[in-house]
Nanobody, 120 residues
Framework: QAQLVETGGGLVQAGGSLTLSCTAS???????????MAWYRQAPGLQRELVAT???????KYADFAKGRFTISRDSAKKMIHLEMNSLKPDDTAVYFC???????????WGQGTQVTVSS
């Protein structure tokens, strides 16, 4: 089993903040070491795009639109990642997905997504 569950989505006004969380669980993630984890998002009519990644040892990369507004963090002991989003804009509206890999492997695991809606 491998499960990624995102929480924290919802409706927020432009300029507001929201924090998403993702928890990895199941036999796969309890048996093997978690590698990099990431947040992606997909807006209506657009392709899924990378928001931010965080490696097993804390190396972080952000998409340009996320720099200065979003912060990704990791709690390895709890097998969780978080995405703090500030100064939200209507074009941040999307389904946000959690992504994870097992260390040293290429297979991607995905959560079901959580809806973030930013109103103007």
């Amino acid at each position: 089993q491998a499960q990624l569950v995102e929480t924290g989505g919802g409706l927020v006004q432009a300029g507001g903040s929201l924090t998403l969380s993702c928890t990895a669980s199941g036999s796969i993630f309890s048996t093997y070491i978690l590698g990099p984890m990431a947040w992606y998002r997909q807006a209506p009519g657009l392709q899924r795009e990378l928001v931010a990644t965080i490696g097993r040892f804390g190396l972080i990369k952000y998409a340009d639109f996320a720099k200065g507004r979003f912060t990704i963090s990791r709690d390895s002991a709890k097998k969780m990642i978080h995405l703090e989003m500030n100064s939200l804009k209507p074009d941040d509206t999307a389904v946000y997905f959690c992504n994870a890999k097992i260390a040293g492997r290429e297979k991607d695991y995905w959560g079901q997504g959580t809806q973030v809606t930013v109103s103007s």
